[in-house]
């Protein structure tokens, strides 16, 4: 089986073999570094989006928060008074129309 990393040549003293094993070392720990930068370069546009989409989420949420909405105790109040407002027409209209 042979090695995906071609030998150097056989007249090549032993100084001149290292110095090729840790030229293809450095390139291949170049290109792990490059791969590597990249990734980061990555993540930190992903994380910047995500601080983008968390400041828009507060300013969504706190706008929300501002709206005035319909608490229980309005929804009682509103429901009550309805029904006195009926209540107090039944006898004024039962003789209208009797």
């Known amino acids: 089986m042979t090695s995906p990393i071609a030998e150097p040549p056989a007249s090549a003293d032993g100084a001149t073999t290292v110095l090729i094993m840790l030229a293809r070392v450095e390139g291949k720990l170049d290109v792990v570094a490059a791969q ?21 989420l507060d300013d969504r949420l706190r706008a929300l928060e501002i709206r005035p909405t319909l608490t229980p105790a309005r929804m009682l109040a509103a429901v009550a008074g309805t029904a006195a407002v009926v209540g107090a027409l039944t006898p004024f209209l039962d003789r209208l129309y009797s």
């Open 36 to 56: 590597h930068g990249a990734q980061l370069t990555e993540h930190t546009r992903r994380l910047d989006d995500q601080g983008r989409r968390a400041d828009d």
